[in-house]
Nanobody, 124 residues
Framework: QVQLVESGGGLVQAGDSLRLSCAAS????????MGWFRQAPGKEREFVSA????????RYADSVKGRFTISIDNAKNTVYLQMNSLKPEDTAVYYC?????????????????WGQGTQVTVSS
């Protein structure tokens, strides 16, 4: 059974950086895609970034383009989200998810497995 475990969240100040990790286990991910989503209080969950496991092709929401970087460590079956120049509006619970066929989609419905989420809070 596929399991995703996020880590790396925390409380930081505006302008700081954080790196989120998502460790994947229980499956074969070479043809999959990994996505990061976030949900702020009182808002719907939204797409942040995605990457195709085999090609490394990435996709970003406009709100994070140029500040966030998604990457994969194949040896560790881990996906990272490097977040720089954080803003208070980045405050949310961040979730990683697996799309078994790697569509790099920003639609939640295409993702098959989800982690439990990690809280990121950015103070002004």
């Amino acid at each position: 059974q596929v399991q995703l475990v996020e880590s790396g969240g925390g409380l930081v100040q505006a302008g700081d950086s954080l790196r989120l990790s998502c460790a994947a286990s229980g499956g074969t991910f070479s043809t999959s895609g990994m996505g990061w989503f976030r949900q702020a209080p009182g808002k719907e969950r939204e797409f942040v970034s995605a990457i195709r496991w085999n090609s490394g092709i990435t996709r970003y929401a406009d709100s994070v383009k140029g500040r966030f970087t998604i990457s994969i460590d194949n040896a560790k079956n881990t996906v990272y989200l490097q977040m720089n120049s954080l803003k208070p509006e980045d405050t949310a619970v961040y979730y990683c998810a697996v799309d078994k066929i790697g569509r790099n989609s920003w639609f939640e419905r295409y993702y098959d497995y989800w982690g439990q989420g990690t809280q990121v809070t950015v103070s002004s």
